[in-house]
């Protein structure tokens, strides 16, 4: 059910498209995305409202999901949209979601790259890779994919 009203403002339905071009009204809340969701084991601070279902109920409720922090936790990893029933693809509503809120200037922390310049992911992301390679390949990480295969071929080569 969407609480969305009837008189829209041009947020309502920017985001109102979005949550009908993902499918995010089919969602019967059956829980299956939440239980292979990578995000409970990447961040300490997870919690049910940021999990894809959560991400799903809140959009329904308000077009504020866009100001929210915690969608720039999403890896867009796609394992919600493989395992849903109904088809419905929280990935492209998060991308979604997340290109209104670039777009409105209400992204969170955004990484970008320290050579082109263009946010390529946020810092969310950065603290997790981060902590995971522990210095290794450290560098990398200040790079957009394109100036990283481009650094890293020039180092190979
Ligand atoms: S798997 Fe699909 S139907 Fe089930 S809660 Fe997630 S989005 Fe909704
Ligand atoms: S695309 Fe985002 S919300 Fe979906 S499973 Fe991956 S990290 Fe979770």
Redesign the pocket.
Known sequence: MTLYPKSSNDLTTEVFGVLRDSGAFCCVECGK?VA????ADMYPYFSHDM??RG?LKAARMSPKIIEDGRLWC????????ETCPEGVS??EM?KGLKKIALDREKADKMKRCSLCGIIYTSMQIIDFLTDKLKQQHFDYLELCPSCRMAVYLRRNA
Do not use: Y
Request: neutral net charge.
């Open positions: 995305c292979v969701c990578p995000m999990s894809p991400f999403c890896a867009e990893c796609n394992a919600c949209t929280c990935r998060v």
